[in-house]
């Protein structure tokens, strides 16, 4: 069975047990209640039969409240009008005004319980034997306004329960979402820096075998094998990055500036020598930070591969008490880099990327041409005080 349908199940039984203790509650102790109320009508077919109606109508209750509160006041107006004791099938008429409050918006629900309340009157009035009159009026109408405000108020608690659990859902959705755009483009941000890192080495490794394969294939089966080694670390690396989106795998340590050498290694085959100089005393960093300025250290070292021109590079780490800084500088002169960034720098993703990166970590990043000749990118980014 559907969740909805075995909650409905439990709804009418609900009302059905309600229904069957009412009713053998007050065939029960209504002739105890008109023990006490000397002048009462003694209890008969007709008054049990009354008593039946009222509690059976609440059967319906959910499904039809306004026609349930209507039976209930017919009967228990009729009851009284006849002078039977009061008793028992006032709670029936209490939990039908209470129904209709809970189950209805309040003005068609204020209008049915008005008109259950005239009817109600009827017996104050003009009952058999004697009436209680005006008197009798403030007690009656407790019978209405007491269940009514009960019922209006758990039924307002309904509503703004389920709309605060609706909007924590919408909330949870949005934040969800929010959560899994800012994945996807951190991960498209990887790609870019580890498949744009491992092109431009493959392609300029590639330009030095065409080059040395007609006069000096020896050496082209150099440049072969670094492309070959280069490949498959760009693919490792990619398949860690990608590794990440897949669930349950398992992660892999992320690159950090530990690998640094390797990226040296990797770029000296490529043709472009890097100078790797540490200040400070290296120390374990947070994974953001460390994976920050490693990648801020790859996409310029590959910027300077395709643009600069040159065959060197300088790469300087400083540790300090509460941040670490990476400088990448070249002398440079290539295109693009007549007194501004090459394209890649600006336009492309290149460098937007590392100042995404940089910016998040709450960290300067800062590049551009050197007084002297080539180009620098400088980024710092906050660890904390070392302990």
């Not at 300088?314 to 990476?326: I, M």
């Amino acid at each position: 069975m559907r969740p909805g349908g075995q909650w409905r199940w439990r709804e009418q039984a609900a009302d059905a047990v309600l229904a069957l203790a009412l009713l053998g509650f007050g065939l029960l102790t209504t002739a105890l209640a008109g023990n006490n109320q000397p002048g009462s009508r003694p209890v008969d077919a007709a008054c049990r039969a009354l008593i039946a109606v009222a509690a059976l109508a609440l059967l319906a209750r959910r499904r039809a409240p306004v026609a349930t509160l209507a039976v209930v006041t017919v009967a228990t107006s009729t009851y009284l009008l006849i002078g039977y004791p009061y008793g028992p099938i006032l709670l029936t008429f209490l939990i039908a005004v209470y129904s209709v409050a809970v189950r209805l918006p309040v003005r068609p629900a204020a209008l049915a319980a008005g008109g259950a309340f005239v009817l109600l009157l009827a017996h104050v009035f003009s009952g058999r034997g004697q009436a209680p009159g005006w008197t009798g009026v403030l007690p009656a109408s407790a019978w209405v306004v007491v269940p009514f405000a009960v019922g209006v108020v758990v039924r307002v608690s309904r509503e703004t329960a389920a709309r605060t659990r609706a909007e924590a859902a919408r909330s949870r959705a949005d934040q969800a979402r929010r959560q899994a755009d800012e994945e996807r483009l951190r991960i498209a941000q990887e790609v870019h820096d580890v498949v744009g890192h491992g092109l431009a080495a493959i392609s300029m490794q590639a330009e030095i075998a065409l080059h040395l394969l007609p006069k000096r294939p020896e050496q082209a089966e150099v440049a072969l094998t670094a492309i070959s080694r280069t490949s498959r670390e760009a693919l490792d690396e990619l398949r860690v990055t990608l590794g990440a989106v897949r669930r349950g795998a398992e992660r892999e340590p992320v690159p950090g500036l530990a690998r640094l050498p390797a990226l040296r290694d990797r770029l000296a085959g490529a043709g472009l020598a890097v100078e790797v100089r540490v200040v400070g005393d290296p120390r374990e960093l947070p994974a953001a930070v460390d994976l920050a300025a490693y990648r801020v250290v790859q996409e310029a070292l590959t910027n300077v591969l395709r643009h600069a021109g040159v065959s060197r590079a300088q790469v300087t780490v400083d540790y300090r008490a509460d941040e670490v800084t990476v400088e990448v500088t070249d002398r440079g002169v290539g295109p693009g880099r007549a007194g501004a960034a090459p394209a890649d720098d600006e336009a492309g993703h290149g460098l937007a990327g590392m100042r995404e990166r940089v910016a998040a970590l709450g960290g300067r990043l800062s590049t551009g041409p050197r007084a002297g000749g080539g180009f620098r990118v400088y980024a710092g980014l906050p660890v904390g005080r070392a302990t």
